[in-house]
């Protein structure tokens, strides 16, 4: 991410260091609630009332996520009333007006995809190892994904480069709501391709 910071200055881009003004852990619990809750109204009525609901949510989709913040929120979101539902959308709707006042004054949003290249298939669901101690699978790759998906503004993921064991290292770049076009003719204009580094 350095050399490519490095690189975008070198060729007269401005780059600051910079993010919508957004709580995104809160953030990150709010979509995670809204998914449990939209999935469990989603399911057939014949499954029953809120406790069958959010057994089948456990038992037939998040048990592949493991434990974290994906699993936790969305079984919390399966038994939200329907105000609780409707302010946890509010949040996110603010923390979306966050970003359009970003947006209101660059042009693009640089950021990782995770905290380090990608983990090997076989490690879904369990803890990720790092320096720190053990951390879930789907907070060490949702705390980067999930709140900024939930922003609404479109995002393009590309490889950096490759760590360990030459597996890819991504980052993500954000534009402001309905630009999609227009983030694809910057991300050419910037050759953000691996290959343009070598």
């Excluded at 929120?73 to 966050?98: C, D, H, N, T």
Aim: charged content about 25%.
């Amino acid at each position: 991410m350095d050399a490519l910071l490095a690189r975008l200055t070198n060729d007269g881009h401005a780059v600051e260091r910079a993010a919508p003004s957004v709580d995104f852990e809160a953030l990150l619990r709010d979509f995670t609630r809204v998914v449990g809750y939209e999935y469990a109204r989603a399911m057939p009525w014949w499954l029953g009332g809120r406790f069958t609901k959010k057994l089948a949510l456990d038992f037939g989709i998040l048990r592949k996520t493991g434990d974290g913040p994906l699993r936790e929120g969305a079984l919390e979101g399966a038994s939200l009333s329907e105000a609780e539902y409707k302010g946890a959308v509010e949040r996110i709707e603010r923390a979306s007006r966050a970003a359009d006042e970003f947006f209101a004054s660059r042009d693009l949003w640089l950021l990782p995809c995770s905290p380090s290249p990608a983990l090997p298939l076989g490690l879904c669901g369990r803890e990720v190892s790092t320096p720190k101690g053990p951390v879930s699978y789907t907070r060490y790759l949702g705390a980067y994904l999930a709140p900024t998906a939930a922003l609404g503004t479109p995002a393009l993921a590309f490889p950096i480069g490759e760590g360990e064991g030459k597996m890819p290292i991504g980052a993500q770049l954000h534009a402001a709501k309905w630009s999609d076009r227009r983030l694809l003719s910057l991300a050419r204009d910037l050759r953000l391709d691996a290959r343009a580094e070598h």
